[in-house]
């Protein structure tokens, strides 16, 4: 969601929302297996899958306008770990704008950064970062004069791919897909939830090439022991 120096609709989400007061995710394996926590803040919303398993997503659901709330999830899961993440940045539709006819009607802007740290060390044993892959589904506007169209649905171009067959998976075959563009908090435009974690120094806000049309990202990443 963008930016906008708009006063915010009364949907607005403002409040770090937590995760971990819910059942512990356990992941079945045959190996030892430990408790993690995974904490997100995404503009706007995620879902988590760790081992081809839904663990957690974003409480505020996605068609909430200015949505920037930060999630704490707990999960029990064995290593090596298989991370993979949905994440999207609000749109009213595919045209890819937001506050589609009102003044500030507008292109929205994306990122999320995440940390997961192993419970029974403390220690942080994954952040986003520039090694993370993703695939973008969701790309619009592609032609971005269409941003003030009255008719945005008709004049924005946009391109959709359906999501590859198991691609949560440990074996899915990410090698093709784009390494993560990491962003400063000041491109991103963070805050809310953001402020309420204590981020690792090394963990980097992500999203796609294009933080404005990049709508609907999967993501990717392996933790080892």
Do not use: H
Not at 27 to 34: C, L, V
Not at 44 to 49: A, G, T
Not at 214 to 224: C, D
């Amino acid at each position: 969601c963008g930016s906008s120096s708009e006063s915010s609709p009364t949907s607005t989400a403002t409040t770090m929302s937590t995760l971990d007061t819910e059942p512990t995710s356990t992941i079945a394996t045959t190996d030892q297996s430990s408790t993690f926590t995974a904490e997100v803040w995404a503009d706007n919303w995620f879902s988590l899958y760790v081992n081809g398993e839904l663990v957690g997503e974003d409480s505020v659901p996605i068609t909430t306008e200015r949505s920037f709330n930060a999630e704490t999830i707990t999960f029990t899961a064995s290593y090596p770990l298989t991370i993979a993440m949905i994440t999207k940045d609000f749109k009213e539709t595919d045209s890819g704008l937001e506050y589609i006819g009102e003044p500030n009607q507008q292109m929205g802007d994306g990122g999320f950064i995440a940390q997961f740290t192993d419970t029974s060390t403390g220690e942080i044993v994954a952040v986003t970062n520039g090694d993370w892959r993703g695939l973008v589904i969701q790309n619009a506007p592609l032609n971005v004069e269409c941003e003030k169209s009255a008719d945005p649905d008709t004049d924005c171009q946009f391109e959709t791919l359906d999501e590859p067959a198991n691609w949560t998976s440990a074996n899915f075959d990410d090698s093709s897909w784009a390494n993560a563009t990491s962003y400063l908090a000041d491109e991103v435009g963070v805050k809310d939830g953001y402020n309420e974690i204590m981020w690792d120094s090394t963990a980097e806000i992500i999203w796609g090439p294009n933080l404005n049309t990049n709508n609907t990202i999967l993501w990717r990443f392996t933790i080892t022991p």
